[in-house]
């Protein structure tokens, strides 16, 4: 493609090539042809061939860098963005390449330095290798946790419409999936300064730097003010978000607790602000104690001379002692990356799992054979409480006593995650069972039912009197003896309320509240919450006094951000609404049939559901699918037959059902590939199956999962996105 003269420079100059490379147009021509034929590293040498030739020039620089970071050689590209930077202090290519090795390195403070400079430096002329470096420090922040750093680039992207609607929203589902923390999900806006205060001048200051996205000066400005307005929370707040934003999440956390202290700041804006601090204080230092370690010891194993036929005993004693249980391994990703397999693997559990007593997981051994560089051996591996529980049970069975710890390749996990991660089993019935009589939960229910409130038992029992790193080490009951770790105490139970995924979760945030002596919530009143209450709260509102559209705006926005109990609760008021449309319901009762608890309540709302395809016009075939997995469950024969005929009959030409249903049927233990060569054989005709699955290669041998909740006519369903979920801003 011809190179227009009077372009921008492709170094980031500011001038037109004519006046600028106007000598290098060919050569650049050239570059842009092989790069276009993916002949990236010609590219590069070509640019490199040319900078030895012409040195400092910026558009060849840039090209360089941007070639170098294409071809993944960082250490490279790093030197020669720094270069670059040397020759050209204000160029902001020069600056936003400076940032993308930063951020690569991990220095994402540095980076958001530079692109802040980059970007004051480009002011209104943005060229587009700017907005691809934007983009490229959006994931990279994103990937890092930094979210306030990525976040602050999408947000001037959409302010200075840089970018495609397209890749400003993919942007922002980048930032939205990348787990952003309950506390920081909130858009907080900058605040203006009290008009008669003496230092509002300089606070305006900096608040048009901070809105002309100067942030660097506008943290210089308000940070000058501390001194004369050291109890303003308008200066604090300022200076927490644009700390976020500048990837300067110590500070940022100590503008937040600050706030929190302040006189005069109400008690649940202190309990939100404290939460917005710990997180970032988790974000400055993931690892911080106290945490639970994930722990790896071994065992050599004295078999003697019976060799493996000891271990074939050995593996015996296992396989009938109640407390182990063999678990599945891949031998193909040992062999992969050159490592012996081992002979087995086996779980270890707490206690023999019975049919009414639920058994605690605690660790996987694994037993490896005599190789050629070592004997026989038993790994164990778990969380380092875990691993000390499972060494009494274990090492007697084995007779060995494990060594110390070896260094573990997975990180720790904080307390409170340690504790809700915890996976508890049921021993299934031997004998058969029949299918649950109608309106009666059936087998499956029970047992999930009987794990989940294991889960929650435990975690009632322990969290309150866990040291965590939330709290400065201390435990929430310890930590709500003062003020300042009250407040972190309720914000810890405030986010675990609003983000509950299930009733059992949600009831036990309730009973911590408690049996920690903790004051329940007041229930909020507001007919307009979305612009008058915190969405942290929104969980807490009688939705009875709600306005319609309010209530729908509640319902959307919670479940995008992941406020799931206020999702729940606001889509359960929806369709008790009288005036609420159909499609309102639909999108409520599906995700009520996502959150429902068992098979009894799916069939309910499916029941509903039905109900409104015949008034909506849509087709049935996911709900046919959605409670085929439910009968499944149940075992309901006769219903399951029904269905599968019905699918069969009214469906067998719409890929998206076929998928879901393959997707079910696998889940079930269909052998699904093999049903399918047998039809296709002639040894199955019929086969019960849809007649679009019939046909070898009709359905992918990896069918795409199908959501658990209900598909919307013309929408994803709710709580299962197609896309990764974006960071929403209420107001």
């Given at each position: 493609?011809?190179?227009?003269?009077?372009a921008?420079?492709?170094?980031g100059?500011?001038?037109?090539?004519?006046?600028?490379?106007a000598?290098?147009t060919?050569?650049?021509?050239?570059?842009?042809?092989?790069?276009?034929?993916e002949?990236?590293?010609?590219?590069?040498?070509?640019?490199?061939?040319?900078?030895?030739?012409?040195?400092?020039?910026?558009?060849?620089?840039?090209?360089?860098?941007?070639?170098?970071?294409?071809?993944?050689?960082?250490?490279?590209?790093?030197?020669?963005?720094?270069?670059f930077?040397?020759?050209?202090?204000?160029?902001?290519?020069?600056l936003?390449?400076?940032?993308?090795?930063?951020?690569?390195?991990?220095?994402?403070?540095?980076?958001?330095?530079?692109?802040?400079?980059?970007?004051e430096?480009?002011g209104?002329d943005?060229s587009?290798?700017?907005?691809?470096?934007?983009?490229t420090?959006?994931?990279a922040?994103?990937?890092?946790?930094?979210?306030?750093?990525?976040?602050?680039?999408?947000?001037?992207?959409?302010d200075?419409s840089?970018?495609?609607?397209?890749?400003q929203?993919?942007?922002?589902a980048?930032?939205?999936?990348s787990?952003?923390?309950?506390?920081?999900?909130?858009?907080?806006?900058?605040?203006?300064?009290?008009?008669?205060?003496?230092?509002?001048?300089d606070?305006?200051?900096?608040?048009?730097?901070?809105?002309?996205?100067?942030?660097?000066?506008?943290?210089?400005?308000?940070?000058?003010l501390?001194?004369?307005?050291?109890?303003?929370?308008?200066?604090?707040?300022?200076?927490?978000?644009?700390?976020?934003?500048?990837?300067?999440?110590f500070?940022?956390?100590?503008a937040?607790?600050?706030?929190?202290?302040?006189?005069?700041?109400?008690?649940?804006d202190?309990?939100e602000?404290?939460?917005?601090?710990?997180?970032?204080?988790?974000?400055?230092?993931?690892?911080?104690?106290?945490?639970?370690?994930?722990?790896?010891?071994?065992?050599?194993?004295?078999?003697?001379?019976?060799?493996?036929?000891?271990?074939?005993?050995?593996?015996?004693?296992?396989?009938?002692?109640?407390?182990?249980?063999?678990?599945?391994?891949?031998?193909?990703q040992?062999?992969?990356?050159?490592?012996?397999?081992?002979?087995?693997?086996?779980?270890?559990?707490?206690?023999?799992?019975?049919?009414?007593?639920?058994?605690?997981?605690?660790?996987?051994?694994?037993?490896?054979?005599?190789?050629?560089?070592?004997?026989?051996?038993?790994?164990?591996?778990?969380?380092?409480?875990d691993v000390?529980?499972?060494?009494?049970?274990?090492?007697?069975?084995?007779?060995?006593?494990?060594?110390?710890?070896?260094?573990?390749?997975?990180?720790?996990?904080t307390?409170?995650?340690w504790?809700?991660?915890?996976?508890?089993?049921?021993?299934?019935?031997?004998?058969?069972?029949?299918?649950?009589?109608?309106?009666?939960?059936?087998?499956?229910?029970?047992?999930?039912?009987?794990?989940?409130?294991?889960?929650?038992?435990?975690?009632?029992?322990?969290?309150?009197?866990?040291?965590?790193?939330?709290?400065?080490?201390?435990?929430?009951r310890e930590?709500?003896?003062?003020?300042?770790?009250?407040?972190?105490?309720?914000?810890?139970?405030?986010?675990?309320?609003?983000?509950?995924?299930?009733?059992?979760?949600?009831?036990?945030?309730?009973?911590?509240?408690?049996?920690?002596?903790?004051?329940?919530?007041?229930?909020?009143d507001s007919?307009?919450?979305?612009?008058?209450?915190?969405?942290?709260?929104?969980h807490?509102?009688?939705?009875?006094?709600?306005?319609?559209?309010?209530?729908?705006?509640v319902?959307?926005?919670?479940?995008?951000?992941?406020?799931?109990?206020?999702?729940?609760?606001?889509?359960?008021?929806?369709?008790?609404?009288?005036?609420?449309?159909?499609?309102?319901?639909?999108?409520?009762?599906?995700?009520?049939?996502?959150?429902a608890?068992?098979?009894?309540?799916?069939?309910?709302?499916?029941?509903?559901?039905?109900?409104?395809a015949k008034?909506?016009?849509?087709?049935?075939?996911?709900?046919?699918?959605?409670?085929?997995?439910?009968?499944l469950?149940?075992?309901?024969?006769?219903?399951?037959?029904?269905?599968l005929?019905?699918?069969r009959?009214?469906?067998?030409?719409?890929?998206?059902?076929?998928?879901?249903?393959?997707q079910?049927l696998?889940?079930?233990?269909?052998?699904?590939?093999?049903?399918?060569?047998?039809?296709?054989a002639?040894?199955?005709?019929?086969?019960?199956?849809?007649a679009?699955?019939g046909?070898?290669?009709?359905?992918?041998?990896a069918?795409?999962?199908?959501?658990?909740?209900?598909?919307t006519p013309?929408?994803?369903?709710?709580?299962r996105?197609?896309?990764?979920?974006?960071?929403?801003?209420?107001?």
């Open positions: 493609m011809a190179i227009d003269l009077y921008p420079c492709p170094g100059t500011g001038k037109k090539i004519k006046f600028c490379c000598d290098l060919g050569d650049l021509e050239q570059i842009d042809r092989l790069v276009e034929g002949q990236v590293s010609a590219a590069l040498e070509q640019v490199e061939r040319l900078a030895a030739k012409h040195p400092g020039r910026a558009c060849l620089m840039a090209t360089q860098v941007k070639l170098l970071l294409a071809t993944r050689k960082f250490a490279e590209a790093a030197a020669a963005s720094q270069a930077l040397a020759a050209f202090p204000d160029n902001p290519l020069a936003g390449h400076t940032a993308v090795a930063d951020a690569i390195a991990g220095r994402l403070q540095e980076a958001a330095a530079a692109f802040d400079k980059a970007r430096a480009a209104a943005v587009p290798d700017l907005v691809r470096i934007a983009a420090l959006v994931q922040a994103a990937q890092a946790g930094h979210t306030g750093f990525a976040q602050g680039i999408v947000e001037w992207m959409m200075e840089l970018g495609t609607a397209e890749e929203r993919l942007l922002a980048v930032v939205g999936s787990g952003v923390p309950a506390a920081l999900r909130t858009k907080v806006q900058l605040e203006e300064a009290p008009a008669d205060s003496a230092w509002a001048p606070f305006a200051t900096g608040l048009a730097h901070a809105r002309a996205w100067r942030l660097g000066k506008a943290l210089t400005a308000f940070r000058s501390k001194g004369v307005a050291g109890e303003s929370r308008p200066l604090f707040t300022n200076i927490a978000l644009i700390c976020e934003m500048l990837a300067r999440p500070e940022a956390a100590e937040w607790l600050a706030v929190a202290a302040m006189r005069g700041t109400p008690a649940e202190a309990v602000a404290t939460g917005r601090g710990i997180a970032l204080e988790t974000e400055a230092d993931e690892d911080r104690s106290p945490i639970v370690p994930y722990e790896r010891r071994s065992a050599a194993l004295a078999l003697g001379a019976e060799g493996s036929a000891a271990l074939d005993l050995l593996e015996d004693k296992l396989r009938h002692d109640g407390h182990f249980d063999p678990a599945p391994f891949d031998r193909s040992w062999t992969a990356r050159g490592a012996a397999p081992p002979r087995s693997a086996w779980r270890v559990f707490e206690t023999a799992p019975t049919h009414e007593q639920p058994a605690r997981l605690l660790a996987t051994v694994l037993i490896f054979g005599r190789q050629t560089d070592r004997e026989p051996e038993a790994t164990l591996q778990g969380f380092q409480p000390a529980t499972a060494r009494s049970i274990l090492e007697p069975v084995l007779g060995v006593s494990f060594g110390d710890a070896l260094p573990a390749a997975l990180p720790g996990a307390p409170t995650n504790l809700r991660g915890a996976q508890f089993r049921l021993e299934p019935p031997a004998e058969p069972v029949t299918a649950a009589p109608a309106g009666q939960p059936s087998l499956v229910d029970t047992m999930l039912a009987a794990q989940s409130a294991a889960v929650w038992k435990r975690f009632v029992a322990l969290w309150p009197d866990s040291a965590l790193p939330e709290l400065l080490g201390k435990s929430p930590a709500l003896g003062d003020a300042v770790g009250a407040r972190r105490v309720a914000a810890l139970v405030g986010e675990g309320e609003a983000t509950a995924h299930g009733r059992d979760e949600s009831a036990a945030w309730t009973e911590i509240r408690a049996r920690l002596g903790m004051p329940a919530p007041a229930t909020i007919a307009r919450p979305l612009e008058a209450v915190p969405p942290l709260r929104w807490r509102l009688d939705f009875t006094k709600v306005d319609l559209d309010q209530l729908r705006g319902f959307v926005t919670a479940l995008d951000a992941g406020f799931e109990l206020a999702a729940e609760r606001s889509a359960r008021a929806l369709v008790a609404r009288p005036d609420a449309t159909p499609e309102d319901r639909w999108e409520a009762w599906s995700l009520l049939e996502d959150r608890t068992n098979t009894v309540e799916k069939l309910e709302v499916i029941g509903r559901l039905r109900e409104l008034a909506l016009g849509a087709s049935e075939g996911m709900l046919d699918v959605a409670e085929l997995r439910v009968r469950q149940r075992g309901d024969q006769a219903e399951i037959a029904r269905l005929d019905g699918l009959r009214h469906h067998a030409r719409d890929q998206k059902v076929l998928e879901a249903l393959a079910v696998m889940e079930a233990g269909v052998d699904l590939p093999g049903m399918m060569a047998a039809q296709a002639g040894g199955m005709p019929g086969a019960g199956l849809p679009g699955m046909q070898p290669g009709a359905v992918p041998a069918a795409p999962a199908a959501p658990s909740g209900i598909w013309g929408a994803q369903a709710p709580g996105p197609a896309e990764k979920k974006t960071i929403w801003t209420p107001g």
